[in-house]
């Protein structure tokens, strides 16, 4: 059996861009299962310069770390070579995301994801990408209306209701998503249907 051409590379994984844990205060009368800490890390291009934002759900047990090894299988920064600024979030529970046993992923993961994204000031329609166990997390992403609350089917947030208006249009936002078994599925194709339908981004005016 032939040895790749790549095992006589030495590649040096990429580092993240910026790698953060995030701290969120509780909304006044909000029972649902937000954490209040939550890791993430970006990849590849700056936002000022990306051609589109893509927020990353990884396999389980992995964490906001995995996309390096990305392009450690295809042999460069796969991110940074196609402009696309990448947002890795930990799972509640694991890494550096706090536990939440009220966390419902269908429920609560696209508002957490809506927190994070406001952080970073991305703005705009986004793309998503799932790997494995992240493809609930996808769906999540793609069919909760994002503003319902503790299951009650009002339509409302509990955050709204106690006089916040709050709203998480999260499910609005997605432009482009894409779902793949492991890290050898995410090819080309993949990036080329992310890129070309998630519009470029801007940082929020401070």
């Given at each position: ?14 580092q ?15 029972t ?33 770390e ?6 450690a ?29 009220r ?21 705009g ?35 709204a209701?106690a ?44």
């Open positions: 059996m032939k040895s790749p051409k790549v095992m006589g590379t030495i590649f040096r994984l990429p993240p861009l910026s790698r953060r844990v995030l701290e969120f205060a509780p909304a006044a009368g909000d649902t299962g937000l954490p209040r800490r939550v890791k993430m890390t970006t990849w590849g291009a700056p936002l000022e310069t990306a051609v589109c934002t893509v927020v990353y759900a990884g396999g389980a047990p992995t964490s906001a995995e996309p390096a090894l990305h392009s299988a295809h042999g460069h920064d796969i991110y940074a070579a196609r402009r696309i600024h990448l947002v890795a979030i930990d799972k509640v529970g694991m890494g550096g995301t706090e536990l939440n046993v966390f419902q992923v269908r429920r609560d993961y696209p508002r957490m994801v809506e927190r994070v994204l406001d952080e970073l000031g991305v703005t329609p986004i793309g998503v990408l799932g790997i494995s166990n992240g493809g609930p997390y996808v769906m999540a992403s793609l069919t909760a209306s994002c503003n319902h609350g503790d299951g009650d089917g009002d339509g409302e947030s509990s955050g209701r006089g916040g208006g709050a709203r998480w249009p999260l499910a609005r936002r997605v432009a482009a998503a894409s779902m793949v078994v492991g890290v050898s599925d995410v090819s080309a194709s993949v990036y080329t249907t992310l890129t070309g339908r998630a519009k470029p981004q801007a940082a929020r005016a401070e």
